[in-house]
Nanobody, 120 residues
Framework: QVQLVESGGGLVQAGGSLRLSCAAS????????MGWYRQAPGKQRELVAA???????NYGDSVKGRFTISRDNAKNTVNLQMNSLKPEDTAVYYC??????????????WGQGTKVTVSS
């Protein structure tokens, strides 16, 4: 079983910055993709950013140019640097990882979520 633990959420004023971190633990053989999703009240969960083990990235349209995703393959961690935050970025942010466990089984795991609130 692979667990994901997020940190770094909080309250920030519009225009400010936050950095989210996520660490994967457990019996892991490899992680193919790691990413961040978010869900605002009354809305569906949406992709914020994702990154492959090779470093290829994909961003949601609303965060392009403001957010940057990065990962450390050796430490099984992924970070999300969020700049120029807007009130509409307010949501619970979830870390996601997919790969192969140490038992040679595929896995896809979610973190418990970390809340980001951007005040206007």
């Amino acid at each position: 079983q692979v667990q994901l633990v997020e940190s770094g959420g909080g309250l920030v004023q519009a225009g400010g910055s936050l950095r989210l971190s996520c660490a994967a633990s457990g019996t892991i053989r490899s992680i193919n993709a790691m990413g961040w999703y978010r869900q605002a009240p009354g809305k569906q969960r949406e992709l914020v950013a994702a990154i492959t083990s090779g470093g290829s990235t994909n961003y949601g349209d609303s965060v392009k140019g403001r957010f940057t995703i990065s990962r450390d393959n050796a430490k099984n961690t992924v970070n999300l640097q969020m700049n120029s935050l807007k009130p509409e970025d307010t949501a619970v942010y979830y870390c996601n990882a997919a790969g192969t466990s140490g038992w040679a089984k595929p896995f896809a795991s979610w973190g418990q979520g970390t809340k980001v609130t951007v005040s206007s």
